[in-house]
């Protein structure tokens, strides 16, 4: 892999390997300047969850319990270890490269999405709760998830680690749902939805593009390298591609497969605005011989 100027990865936020993965990247991309999407108070707590996963993982299912949506002890057993993982997890995109830059003193991380807000326990619960109501209303949700918690820990862990191999593998189809939503008025009305207004923030790119930049500017002869979410990958390719980026999905350094994946969808995710300007065109060529 070639020394690059700038380096876009996309990742998976739930990836449960990722911290393995992205330190492994980082050690081979050897950049001196790690931006990382997020921002510094959930960095913080993302740190404190890493430290009091067990505990923080039983307050959610003693939580769920209360709700009386029919789970039963062993499927709670399951769905606590299942969040014990993700609560692990959490905030890898920061970990890493402080596992990096433990390595290598002259590193610098720089949080780059100030604009996210971190979602406070209470509005966490809401949300828990709003979401298992609605999966165990619907009968055939109901019976899929309570079958897949029957399964057990490691059948749980396996489809996690299935799902985000095809979550890296439509990663255009990530970055133009991101982009759909972004065009959409989130109401906040439920606890979903006002945690959807602050994902689904036009400003978001706009404020992590500018970050980026300055830092290309204030270092021309740095390596950097820029981890986000996957949806966010075309995206600020696009917006930065003037400094000719190189982007690339985590998965997709050591996976051949997964590359050709990537390269697929990032066609697909560029073609489609192209595709839908032309056809505007056309309708607005055609619709002057009806006048």
């Known amino acids: 892999m070639t020394n690059q ?3 876009i990865i996309g990742t998976v936020h739930l990836d449960l390997d990722g911290q393995e993965r992205l330190e492994n990247l980082l050690e081979r991309v050897r950049p001196s300047i790690v931006a990382v999407e ?9 740190r404190k969850s890493k430290r009091n996963y067990k505990k923080e993982a039983q307050e959610q299912m003693d939580f769920i319990r209360s709700l009386n949506l029919g789970f039963t002890e062993q499927h709670l057993a399951v769905l606590k270890e299942l969040t014990e993982q993700d609560l692990k997890i959490q905030g890898f995109e920061y970990f ?3 596992v990096y830059a433990s390595k290598n003193p002259d590193v610098k991380i720089v949080c780059i999405d100030t604009l996210i807000q971190d979602v406070e326990k209470e509005e966490l619960f809401k949300i828990i ?10 009968p055939k949700l109901r019976k899929k998830l309570l079958n897949q918690l029957e399964l057990g820990t490691n059948y749980g862990i396996e489809k996690r680690r299935k799902d985000t191999t095809k979550w890296y593998q439509a ?9 759909v939503l972004l065009k959409q008025n989130h109401h906040s009305f439920t606890a979903q939805e006002r945690l959807n207004k602050l994902i689904y923030n036009p400003e978001r790119d706009n404020d992590m593009e500018e970050r980026i930049r300055q830092l290309h500017s204030q270092n021309p002869e740095g390596n ?5 979410g996957e949806a966010h990958l075309y995206p600020l390719g696009r917006r930065l591609k003037d ?14 497969k997964t590359q050709v994946f990537r ?3 990032e066609g697909i995710y560029y073609a489609i605005p192209k595709v839908k300007s032309g056809a505007e065109k056309v309708r607005r060529f055609l619709s002057y011989f009806r006048k």
Do not use: C, H
């Open 224 to 228: 950097i390298a820029a981890v986000v």
């Open 129 to 138: 709760e709003q979401n298992f109501e609605k999966v165990m209303s619907v």
């Open 263 to 265: 390269r697929l969808n």
């Open 38 to 46: 997020i921002s510094e108070k959930r960095v913080n707590r993302f």
């Open 96 to 98: 890493a490269p402080e």
């Open 171 to 179: 990663s255009g189809i990530a970055s133009l749902s991101y982009d």
């Open 243 to 256: 400094l000719d980026p190189t982007i690339m999905t985590l998965a997709e350094w050591d996976s051949t």
């Open 5 to 7: 100027n700038l380096t």
